[in-house]
């Protein structure tokens, strides 16, 4: 199950590249979303990538259907990867392991120009190996929680670029 969203920033790539760099941004920004225990394993780069990898736990309110086969507090792994592309274009991927879960989070990430600021695309895929029921499962986090999340972290950038300016 596959969830885009689009969200236009207004500042530049290398304002919303700014904050990206400052590991206190993404524990402030995990932490807005309800997540705790946020650590920042790694956070470097140069001109032409970005590498962030942190580790939180989670919980999630899962439907009852999903409750015997999945845990709701879990510790997630992730890691952001960005590269500059020669167009101007700032392009990711991520990876998040669902510590001990048959859950698994991935996707990219592109931050281009636009006429207001930058606009990020996020795909992200949700996939629940569980026989018979994982479909379903990935489904619903697919409309549920991650899209909850993808939605958390758009507002928390608007918010962080509105307080720190250029």
């Not at 304002?15 to 590991?23: F, G, I, K, N, T």
């Not at 998040?96 to 991935?106: A, C, F, M, R």
């Not at 990430?109 to 606009?119: E, I, N, Q, R, Y």
Request: hydrophobic share 40%.
């Amino acid at each position: 199950m596959d969830v885009r969203r689009a969200h236009t920033y207004a500042a530049t790539i290398d304002e919303v590249l700014a904050m990206l760099r400052l590991p206190d941004a993404t524990v402030e920004k995990y932490q807005s979303m309800g997540h705790r225990d946020v650590d920042i394993l790694e956070c470097s780069g140069d001109d032409a990538s970005l590498r962030i990898e942190s580790s939180r736990v989670v919980d999630v309110d899962l439907p009852g259907f999903a409750k015997k086969v999945l845990k709701p507090t879990n510790t997630m792994l992730q890691v952001d990867q960005w590269r500059a592309t020669p167009d101007g274009d700032w392009a990711g991927t991520f990876e998040v392991d669902v510590q001990g879960s048959p859950v698994q989070l991935s996707g990219t990430m592109l931050l281009t120009p636009d006429p207001a600021g930058c606009t990020e695309k996020i795909t992200v895929s949700v996939t629940v190996k569980i026989p018979l029921i994982g479909g379903k499962i990935a489904d619903w986090a697919a409309k549920n929680d991650v899209q909850r999340s993808i939605d958390a972290e758009f507002a928390f950038g608007d918010q962080w670029l509105a307080a720190h300016p250029g």
